[in-house]
T-cell receptor, first 115, second 114 residues
Framework: GAVVSQHPSWVICKSGTSVKIECRSL??????MFWYRQFPKQSLMLMAT?????????EQGVEKDKFLINHASLTLSTLTVTSAHPEDSSFYIC???????????FGDGTRLSIL | QKEVEQDPGPLSVPEGAIVSLNCTYS??????FMWYRQYSRKGPELLMY????GNKEDGRFTAQVDKSSKYISLFIRDSQPSDSATYLC??????????????FGKGTLLTVNP
């Protein structure tokens, strides 16, 4: 149980384009979903927290207009990287949990490469 | 001082060895403690989740939490090459508006040699 699916797993695109990443909880309804970014050989850095039907809460230093998060249902959250540039290239990982005091379950990540 | 300290390793052991991974923390408000395993180019996989001080066992894995010393451990018995991965400790609380956000250690890179 507690499976989180993330799509796509790898995307390469040109500078200036927008990229959408989907995160789905397959066998549970997630009250909260999270988006992380991970650089090579580093730990996960939280970008934002999203609750179904409400606006996402972004961490300090994360540009809201660049990283658009939509949490339309209890099983789906999307992250759109707008006007992507090479410095946005990274490994993006989502997670979801059922209740506040329950652990987060992670997707397999999306490797984003901007040329 | 960082909130969560974890030795990044790398740690290399022979197959069958007992592996001990540790984290220390400074925030006494942390209530929930997790260990995740992350293979290269994959998302973290939840291994253990504990709330109180003491031991929790699941197969070859044992998690220990000592809140008085602010110290958590993960033991892996009979380690296998398939255990080779990065192990991340994580902890959370609901105090100070943190809303159960996870604070991670840096991760320990483990290699189990056949």
């Amino acid at each position: 149980g507690a499976v989180v699916s993330q799509h796509p797993s790898w995307v390469i695109c040109k500078s200036g384009t927008s990229v959408k990443i989907e995160c789905r909880s397959l066998d549970f309804q997630a009250t909260t979903m999270f988006w992380y970014r991970q650089f090579p050989k580093q730990s996960l850095m939280l970008m934002a927290t999203s609750n179904e039907g409400s606006k996402a809460t972004y961490e300090q230093g994360v540009e809201k207009d660049k990283f658009l998060i939509n949490h339309a249902s209890l099983t789906l959250s999307t992250l759109t990287v707008t006007s992507a540039h090479p410095e946005d290239s990274s490994f993006y990982i989502c997670s979801a949990k059922v209740r506040n005091n329950q652990p987060q379950h992670f997707g397999d990540g999306t490797r984003l490469s901007i040329l | 001082q960082k909130e969560v300290e974890q030795d990044p390793g790398p740690l290399s052991v022979p197959e069958g060895a007992i592996v001990s991974l540790n984290c220390t923390y400074s925030n006494s408000a942390f209530q929930y403690f997790m260990w995740y395993r992350q293979y290269s180019r994959k998302g973290p996989e939840l291994l253990m989740y504990t709330y109180s001080s003491g031991n929790k066992e699941d197969g070859r894995f044992t998690a220990q939490v000592d809140k008085s010393s602010k110290y958590i451990s993960l033991f892996i018995r009979d380690s296998q090459p398939s255990d080779s991965a990065t192990y991340l400790c994580a902890m959370s609380s609901n105090s100070g508006g943190s809303n159960y956000k996870l604070t991670f250690g840096k991760g320990t890179l483990l290699t189990v040699n056949p």
